[in-house]
């Protein structure tokens, strides 16, 4: 069983950045793909940026390409989102996600088998 808690969060002026960090724990981080999501308020959970288990390939929804980095860090059972240019759209609960299996679509959510329980970035205009 993985454990992961997110963490980096908070309130950023428009243009601000901010770095989240999901730590993970209770399993070889190093075997699961992770990926961050973000719920809008009245919004349905979305995918935001994926990372293979090795950090080789990355995914990034089309909102965020350009702004946001996915990275991990094996060694510190660790992954990453940083993020840039942030807009008030940006403003939802981040949530990071594990995933066991390979060869699998990392932009959707049901292939992930381990949550966070959210991280809040709210971006102001």
């Known amino acids: 069983q993985v454990q992961l808690v997110e963490s980096g969060g908070g309130l950023v002026q428009a243009g601000g950045s901010l770095r989240l960090s999901c730590a993970a724990s209770?399993?070889?981080?190093?075997?699961?793909?992770m990926g961050w999501f973000r719920q809008a308020p009245g919004k349905e959970r979305e995918f935001t940026a994926a990372v293979t288990w090795g950090g080789v390939s990355t995914y990034y929804a089309d909102s965020v390409k350009g702004r946001f980095t996915i990275s991990r860090d094996n060694a510190k059972n660790t992954v990453y989102l940083q993020m840039h240019s942030l807009k008030p759209e940006d403003t939802a609960v981040y949530y990071c996600?594990?995933?066991?299996?390979?060869?699998?679509?990392?932009?959707?959510?049901?292939?992930?088998?381990?949550w966070g329980q959210g991280t809040q970035v709210t971006v102001s205009s």
């Open positions: 996600a594990a995933a066991r299996r390979s060869g699998i679509n990392l932009l959707r959510q049901s292939n992930y088998d381990y």
């Open positions: 209770g399993g070889t981080f190093s075997r699961y793909h």
